[in-house]
């Protein structure tokens, strides 16, 4: 079992590198005027969403589900182990949305500045820090 833990570990780290890098794409292609650096982008953007991103976050969610399987019954009443599992669907939702601004940036039909695009990718940050603390601690 541990080595499916050493592998959900190494899929989350992935899953969570685009996470951190496609808002940070998001806010220099924003910020972009030029059709030269826009295609790019959309090259850049593609390539991390279904390229590295979509695997990381499928190879987690898998890992993740084959180890709550060995441990369910011991921590299934624990609120650290629920508050966790909530976090990783919000996670799985911001991850759907980043793919629908994707669309729209490869649509051009952006509709966000910069700005939002920085706040953006902020939040897996916070999931991030919550997630590893339930995890360590399981402070309920």
């Not at 799985?92 to 500045?113: M, P, S, T, W």
Request: with cysteine; hydrophobic share 55%; aromatic share 20%.
């Amino acid at each position: 079992m541990e080595w499916v833990r050493a592998f959900h570990i190494i899929f989350m780290v992935t899953w969570f590198a685009g996470l951190f890098y496609l808002p940070r794409l998001f806010v220099y292609h924003a910020m972009s005027d030029d059709k030269t650096s826009q295609d790019r982008f959309k090259i850049m953007e593609r390539k991390l969403y279904y390229g590295i991103m979509t695997p990381g976050m499928v190879l987690t969610l898998l890992s993740g589900a084959w180890l709550l399987s060995t441990v369910w019954s011991a921590y299934s009443a624990d609120l650290w182990l629920h508050l966790k599992l909530f976090l990783v669907l919000l996670l799985v939702i911001y991850h759907f949305y980043c793919g629908r601004l994707y669309q729209a940036f490869k649509h051009d039909i952006n509709l966000h500045g910069h700005t939002f695009y920085r706040w953006l990718n902020e939040i897996p940050v916070l999931g991030l820090i919550a997630i590893i603390i339930f995890v360590v601690v399981k402070p309920f």
